[in-house]
């Protein structure tokens, strides 16, 4: 019997906000359900109780789990035999640390979007919480998440490209190419546009914290140093939409780091190269479903997702024959997948080895990283990135 079938149920997910018009929101509604591991069985959808109820039963959620405040929905749920077992966090990220630290509290696994918080403080706080309620976190980086970019790591780790010598790594996006500060605000934008809510440097928040874990996902290695360019493009603005950084990594490869939300024309577009001492391994976003490996003097070659010569965990990463798109739903669905055969494994008293999806370690280096890139710009020189150990 499968670990699923042998656990007996789905797990039970109460959802913290993806209210209507998050497109975040409905990503992980979809991906948690998609492969039958979660049920979304409660949520809190909006900072206002009554369009927070609105919304979950628009999701066709039961109306006596649709709560108006996270605070109400932890309380309720304990209360009942069929309880949620985890939450998932897709808020203005100042709230990531306050309901992620109390769903860790009241016994449950966590889903947290990026970034998990907007201080390496709370992130190393969470991990404290973490570790001594023996809970599970995950978070939602979906980019290391396809069949390709699993595969792109585990061909590093079997010495494939050899010691790594250098990674750029890119995420070149558009969505502040206009002055869009002196525009119609949204709560959107005023929560984005307003430093204390949206983290150290914005574009670092939104999508540089991608564009790093990416880089060491695949390359197994952590960012020891850098030498960090932090600002804006676009003349005027008060937030950071630009950062470029020479890294190097705790293995002795050095990197480069370009990531801004102000590309004109540009798209959500990012990439990864990863060179070693025998070749080029070559993943972007645009193709997530192919990755190209060029070995030194060898015609290089086009590995598709689903190719049967893959190792089975990485078909299995996949749900569609190749040619067929798959895209960041289904990985953000891997992730889910993950956590949750996590916990059925540990509840059952299984054996699981170790799973690839993003945990909070991940995300307090993410956050040593970020203030490490701001220590960097500030004095000038290379800035040293805090260990795990602080
Ligand atoms: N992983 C990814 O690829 C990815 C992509 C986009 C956004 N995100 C993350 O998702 C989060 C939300 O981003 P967004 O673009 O959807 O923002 P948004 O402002 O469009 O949506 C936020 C949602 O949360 C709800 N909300 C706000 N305060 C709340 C509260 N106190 N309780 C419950 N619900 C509340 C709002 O009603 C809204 O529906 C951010 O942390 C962002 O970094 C991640």
Redesign the pocket.
Known sequence: MSLRQRFGRALRLGV????P?????QMHRGAAEMDGWFRVTAG????DPSR?REAGIGFGLDAARCYGT?DEMLRAEKQRADGIDAVAI????D??HPYAAAALDAGLDVIC??PITITLAQAQDLAARVKSHQRLFAI?H?YSAYPMTRHARELVRHNTIGAIRLVQVEYIQFALATRVEDGPQN??LR?LLDPQRSGLALVM??IGC?AQHLACFVSDQRVARVAADVGALVPGRRVTDHVSALLEFEGGARGTFTVTQAAAGGENDIRLRVYGEKGLIDWSHREASYLKLALHGEPVRTIGRGDAYLPPEIIAAGRTPRGHPEGLREAFANIYAEIAQERMARALGDDLAPLPYPRIEDGVHTMAFIEACLASHASGRWAEVASAAG
């Open positions: 913290i906000g993806g209210g018009g998050s497109w975040i929101g809190v959808f909006s900072s927070s996270v897709m808020t203005p990220n709230t990531h979007d990026k939602a979906g709560n959107r929560w928040s939104a991608h």
